[in-house]
Every structure is written in structure tokens, then in C-alpha cells.
């Protein structure tokens, strides 16, 4: 998966210390989805595999997000760490093609629920700047 956030923080503190929310959206792009089974019942002999489900899944996926955090200034930068909510909003299932892959049904007995990708996570960054301005002392 391929993400692109877009996020708007509000930063808020003084001295060395601050904390901050932030609130926005995330654009993905799936690029790979694979799957493994294993079917065991009573009286058959037990079957497992992989298969590749990536034609089952939409080429895109859009999330809400929701996060705060806090920063502490170091030399030449900042260190952060931040707990962050994504909310899905596509189902990642495509309807059309929950029963394309005969194997997946007739073998292990699979078919594809409807399901979001909601999820935490725990983010720790270093930002620190690569341009440095020039002072004028006029």
C-alpha cells in the first residue's frame, strides 16, 4: 500500500515541549494483496495455499485521520511521537469479483466479507530543516 496523508496540526506550548493534534485525510493505493488458507474438516484431508487477491480488492483506499502527539526540541530539529486513528470510508471489497476466484470458494470454502481498514498507529519522527536562511545584519 502507497499512502499519501494530508494533515492540518495545531501545535500548542511553550519552551521545549509541545503537543499537538492533528486532523485530515489519507489517499492509498493498494499494491498488493495476498492471502493464505487452510482448510481442515473432519473426514476430508486438510488443503492450504496462498493466493494473490489483488483483482478482489479496489485500486484505491480513503481514510479519515485523526491524531495527537508531542514534540521536544532538540539541536537542529524536533523529535515527535503521535498516536494517530485512521477511519476507513471504502469498503475493501469488490463486490463484483467476491466470487471470480472459483478456487478460493470451492476449495477452502472463502468468500470475502465486507470490511474497512480501520486502524491505530504509533508514529516517532526527527524533523529537522535543510534550508538555512541567511540574516541580514542592516
Do not use: C
Not at 502507497?2 to 485525510?25: A, H, V
Not at 484431508?45 to 532538540?74: E, F, N, T
Request: no cysteine; net charge positive; glycine share 8%.
Amino acid at each position: 500500500k502507497f499512502d499519501i496523508p494530508l494533515s492540518f496540526t495545531y501545535t500548542y506550548g511553550k519552551g521545549n515541549i509541545s503537543y499537538y493534534g492533528r486532523l485530515g485525510g489519507m489517499f492509498s493505493m493498494i499494491t498488493s494483496s495476498e492471502l493464505s488458507l487452510e482448510r481442515t474438516h473432519p473426514g476430508l484431508s486438510p488443503v492450504s495455499g496462498d493466493a494473490d487477491i489483488k483483482d478482489m480488492r479496489p485500486k484505491y483506499y480513503y481514510a479519515i485521520l485523526a491524531g495527537i502527539g508531542v514534540q521536544y526540541k532538540v539541536p537542529r530539529g524536533h523529535l515527535a511521537l503521535d498516536l494517530r486513528y485512521h477511519y476507513g470510508l471504502n469498503n475493501m471489497s469488490v463486490n463484483n469479483e467476491r466470487y471470480s476466484n472459483t478456487q478460493l470458494w470451492s476449495d477452502y470454502y472463502y468468500i470475502d466479507d465486507n470490511f474497512n481498514l480501520d486502524y491505530f498507529s504509533i508514529n516517532l519522527a526527527y524533523y529537522f530543516t535543510i534550508y538555512r536562511s541567511n540574516r541580514n545584519k542592516n
